[in-house]
């Protein structure tokens, strides 16, 4: 199969325009070392092979729509409305607004989701979008080093997802950047000490391990060093609690796939980055803004491009050259589709059910297998459990009993072998059941080969 | 091109008046020209200390973000403030309500170094 | 493509013309969908009434007519692919085939963190895409994780930097090349990485300026960053010579993947020296732009640097496939999970509908294309300043007297989307034309005609063109105000 519209006689009258006798001599400043070389690729397929290849590969995956399982991303309610408006060929093909007269639709529907994204987090100045949470907590980072000039420190709760915390290294170690980890007392951020030289401090709420910070308390504590304040969100949970600007935030950044992206293996999704009035000129990525045309018609452009790496280069703020446009974009279609009620009724019920799920477990009498829920201190819609086996094993059992739950919490939290709960407003009643059922099951005295393989 | 005969200049389009041990720097009629409509100018701050050449402010327009360098080492004591809220004061008065920040001269013999205004418009010459 | 004959025109304009934002569609107690309904639940005492927002976000409230309304509306005041010829330079805004975007809905429901053996498909998919990749580089290991191509370029220098470390020669090694012509993510992306930049100039014949290259070269260089062909369009002739000298100094030679499509299954990077190369999957590999992402720019690497790799990689094993993080020099992770998946599904569907073959004829109808069409623009009146045999893009200049910008306006009302300009900097008033491969010959004379009728307005009346676009949604918006006075989200002018 291919995707060219080129028949032999195009390409003869093709090759006697350009002057050419073969299309190999078009590639005549090519070494010819170079040329042809040998691939280890099969050979193209036709429609119905193709599909029936991938269609196989995908039936080699189980349990698919697991409500259960979170550690960041999880399965929540997309109306049918917000894929088939949101994925419209014209937005799915479409690139980069830089041409605003012929892209007035991406570029408005950013300046909406921008708008959003402020009246979630309380905050004033969002960007169009990053790559995923993980790297907008780096960016988040290197904005505070840059925002605080001289100061080259910065601490992160171990309450900031894992994975976001790597990457923050990743970013931030060859620059010369120190991180500082704090580490969790009964599932939550301490009070930090924060020393003058700190750049920021980076919180996340609802932790990885599903409980609420005192935010507002650790606010005080950054700002009263000079330092400044960085929330990472689950946005979904900000329909009901309280917004980073209400707190006193600098920055506010987070995954939004909870929000209107498919789980989808991890990705693609977004992240996102709103931030102070302060800071506008430090953000990065790109930006829509409104203003008019020659008619004194509104309009939106891509604007405070001089800060970006294509003007920039060396000097940018961010090597960050593309947005999750899309992704973004399913964001803000899906809260359109909700609007503020049917948000706060989707996180409503995820609360409820994952509070359910919690007091359920509690009193299924699985203590005396060695189970224990952590009900302390309050949590949104995930929590841990304590297991008597290894987090990995347990989640495999769970898998093999046909239940998806059970995200290992990594050992580095101190909690023994635990994983984190999670329920969505999609969690029913059965789901609990056979999760309960499946534990119980696990509880019982392990056979020894379970121990062996996955210990 | 408006170059006043009493300034100095430095190639990269930088002017300077002297003003007893201050020294007073924006950029040129010609770079603002060339830079097009200025949509902000990041500011040192005051107290900072710079040698001639260094990097010290960004004028921005839409396409383009340029460095302003300072022409002479020193430390900077004021900065023009009004340009935060105003930038377009760089293209409607670039010697006068658009200057940019004042320095401190630790060695007056820098100025020394800098181009009267026949020698700063052969510069701007061969660059349009 | 349909030609329009644009019309100026008096307008008036008044508020009621400006398209309406969602929020001002929005009425107070509409909806447009219905989630789970909600148990009685007492948030407060669940979750604190010390945690509780005050007041809901101030989200749109529509019905589902009207959501469906608005953003149908929007996108028909929107360019794209499926609707316009859009040859942007150094973009690769070739067809994005619709089996791409079925494939890619068979693992929407498939989550990151259940147990490997329950996602062997996926697993098996990552596995093999690893493979596809890394002969089609011609790397030793391949990480498909970086989220976009400037996410893969930082992969790959701090993964150099990481290199150079181990072997003692961290602080030695503080300077990336790049040539005058690369994209700004390079020398934005070293910086990123702790490196000076250093600049390497165009030659004469558009290529890199070997004698200027010689002499920055050194042992205190990292890396050299390298996009071939360069963004003139033009195969870096010398490119075995250029990386026989970087290694000779002990740096590394990185490539910049954006102009892929040139070369597809007929040349490969590893094969000409490089290192480390990032590939656009969203260029090359067909997965959609999305009106500017998800990209995807996955880092392919020699055996040397497989270590330094962003963990985890995808490995088989007896039973099956696994995640792999055994990299004990790994930089760390780039990102969250596996990367883009759903695009990793998307671009391992458009290798394997193509094979080997189809490759290959990819990248020998993107040249042929782009040749044919520079000529047609020469044609037309155009200067090529690097007038000589291309690959899969070329530069072209406005007639004397004539800017970039005003052409590429003018363009929008034919209903074709204007190429790059001004880019690459080192040409004047540049304006750098892709047709790409899945184009018809038709339509890149059509594009060639509709030049020709632009410089015959421009030559008719030369006020014209700077007024252009007249027919589309908005013209000329007023980039400055929107810079000088950032409005950057909706505020209701009355309280609601």
């Known amino acids: 199969m291919n995707y060219l519209p080129h028949t032999p006689d195009d390409i003869a009258m093709a090759l006697r325009v350009i002057g050419v006798d073969s299309v190999d001599e078009l590639f005549a400043d090519m070494p010819k070392a170079l040329r042809k070389p040998d691939m280890d690729l099969p050979s193209g397929m036709d429609e119905t092979s193709l599909l029936e290849h991938l269609r196989g590969l995908a039936a080699k995956n189980k349990g698919g729509g697991s409500s259960l399982l979170g550690g960041g991303v999880r399965n929540h309610f997309i109306p049918s409305v917000t894929p088939h408006l949101a994925l419209q060929s014209e937005f799915v093909t479409a690139y980069t607004p830089y041409q605003a007269e012929v892209a007035q639709g991406i570029l408005q529907a950013t300046f909406e989701y921008q708008t959003m994204m402020s009246e979630l987090t309380g905050l004033p100045v969002s960007n169009a979008s990053m790559y995923d949470g993980a790297s907008s907590v780096a960016e988040a980072a290197l904005l505070a080093v840059r925002q605080a000039k001289k100061h080259n420190k910065v601490l992160i709760s171990s309450g900031v997802h894992p994975e976001s915390r790597e990457v923050a290294k990743t970013y931030l170690k060859p620059l010369g950047i120190e991180v500082v980890e704090i580490a969790l007392d009964n599932m939550i951020t301490p009070q930090p000490e924060v020393d003058d030289d700190v750049a920021g401090v980076i919180v996340q709420s609802p932790n990885f391990l599903g409980y609420i910070e005192p935010m507002a308390d650790l606010a005080n504590a950054a700002h009263d060093a000079g330092a400044l304040f960085i929330a990472v969100c689950d946005p979904l949970s900000l329909a009901v609690l309280k917004a980073p600007g209400d707190y006193g935030a600098d920055i506010a950044v987070g995954d939004g796939q909870t929000i209107g992206n498919p789980v989808a293996f991890g990705g693609p999704h977004f992240g996102y980055m709103v931030v102070s009035d302060d800071l506008l000129r430090q953000l990065p990525g790109r930006i829509v803004g409104e203003t008019t045309d020659e008619e004194g018609k509104r309009a939106f452009v891509l604007t405070l491009q001089a800060r970006e790496q294509h003007i920039r280069r060396s000097k940018a703020k961010s090597n960050i050259c593309s947005n999750h446009q899309l992704a973004a974009l399913m964001a803000a279609v899906n809260l359109s589709a909700l609007g503020p009620q049917g948000l706060r009724d989707v996180a409503t019920q995820s609360v409820h059910n994952a509070h359910s799920l919690a007091k359920q477990l509690a009193g299924a009498g699985l203590e005396d297998a060695g189970f224990k829920v952590e009900a302390e201190p309050n949590f949104f819609n995930e929590f841990v459990l304590r297991s008597p086996v290894p987090a990995k094993a347990l989640r495999r059992a769970l898998a093999d009993a046909g239940v998806q739950a059970g995200v290992p919490v990594p050992s580095a939290y101190g909690l023994g072998n635990a994983v984190v709960l999670s329920a969505t407003e999609l969690t029913t009643q059965a789901d609990i059941d056979a999760l309960i059922a499946a534990l119980q099951n696990v509880g019982q005295p392990a056979p020894k080969q379970v121990e062996v393989a996955y210990d | 091109m408006n170059t006043p005969e009493d300034l100095k200049y430095a190639p990269t389009h930088e002017w300077s008046r002297r003003d007893d041990d201050l020294v007073v720097v924006g950029i040129t009629d010609f770079a603002q020209d060339q830079l097009g409509d200025v949509v902000f100018v990041e500011l040192p701050d005051v107290g900072e200390t710079f040698s001639a050449g260094d990097a010290v402010a960004v004028v921005e327009s839409v396409k383009t973000a340029s460095d302003i360098y300072a022409p002479v080492g020193g430390e900077i004591v004021e900065v023009n403030e009004a340009l935060e809220d105003e930038p377009e004061r760089l293209n409607e008065s670039p010697y006068d309500n658009g200057w940019i920040f004042k320095l401190r001269l630790a060695d007056p013999s820098e100025l020394d170094n800098l181009l009267d205004a026949d020698g700063y418009e052969r510069v701007a010459e061969e660059e349009s | 493509m349909t030609k329009l004959a644009p019309k100026p025109h008096d307008v008036t304009t008044k508020t009621s013309d400006n398209f309406p934002l ?475």
């Open chain 3, 22 to 496: 969602i929020f001002e569609r929005s009425r107070s107690g509409r909806r447009a969908s219905a989630p789970p309904k909600p148990a009685d639940t007492d948030l407060a005492a669940l979750l604190g009434a010390d945690n509780l927002r005050d007041t809901p976000p101030a989200l749109p409230e529509v019905s589902e007519l009207d959501l469906v309304r608005h953003y149908t509306q929007l996108a028909h005041r929107q360019f794209s692919i499926d609707g316009n010829f859009y040859p942007l330079g150094s973009c690769t805004m070739k067809y994005n085939p619709k089996v791409n975007e079925e494939t890619a809905k068979l693992f929407n429901d498939v989550h990151p963190y259940q147990d490997p053996s329950q996602v062997q498909g996926a697993l098996e998919l990552l596995y093999n895409l690893q493979h596809d990749l890394a002969e089609i580089t011609g790397t030793d290991a391949v990480s498909l994780q970086p989220a976009a191509g400037a996410h893969g370029e930082l992969t790959g220098i701090l993964m150099i930097r990481a290199y150079h470390e181990a072997n003692g020669e961290g602080e030695q090694r503080r300077v990336v090349i790049v040539p005058d012509g690369a994209h700004g993510t390079n020398p934005a992306t070293a910086t990123m990485v702790g490196y000076k930049v250093v600049e390497v100039p165009t030659g004469d014949n558009g290529e890199v300026n070997l004698e200027a290259f010689k002499e920055v070269l050194g042992d205190h260089v990292a890396a050299v960053m390298l996009t071939n062909p360069n963004t003139l369009g033009i195969f870096e002739t010398n490119i075995l010579e250029i990386s026989r000298l970087a290694h000779e100094v002990g740096a590394q030679l990185y490539y910049d993947g954006a102009n892929t499509n040139a070369i597809v299954g007929r040349a490969r990077p590893g094969d000409m020296g490089f290192d480390v190369v990032h590939l656009n999957l969203h260029k090359t590999f067909t997965t959609p732009h999305g009106g500017g992402g998800p990209g995807t720019g996955p880092v392919g690497v020699k055996a040397h640097l497989r270590d330094f790799l962003p963990a985890p990689l995808v490995k088989k094993t007896a039973d099956g496939f696994d995640l792999d993080f055994d990299l004990p020099h790994s930089i760390g992770r780039m990102r969250s999970f596996y990367g883009n998946f759903g695009n990793l599904v998307r671009a391992y569907t458009y290798i394997r509908a193509l094979g080997k073959e189809g490759l290959e004829q990819v990248s020998a109808m993107a040249v042929l294309n782009a040749n044919y069409l520079r000529v047609r623009l020469k044609e037309a009146g155009f200067p090529i300043p690097f007038d000589r045999i291309n690959m899969h893009e070329f530069v072209a200049q406005p007639p004397e007297g004539l800017k970039a910008i005003d052409i590429a306006k003018a363009l929008l009302d034919y209903g074709v989307h204007p190429m790059t300009v001004y880019f690459p900097l080192v040409v004047k008033e540049a304006m750098m034309v892709e047709p790409t491969e899945t184009e018809s010959l038709e339509t890149l004379d059509a594009y060639a005609a509709v030049l020709a009728d632009v410089l015959r307005r421009a030559n008719d009346d030369p006020a014209d063109l700077l007024h252009a676009p007249y027919q589309t949604p908005v013209r000329r918006p007023d980039e400055v105000t929107a810079a000088r006075n950032p409005v950057l989200r909706y505020r209701p002018s009355e309280p609601v």
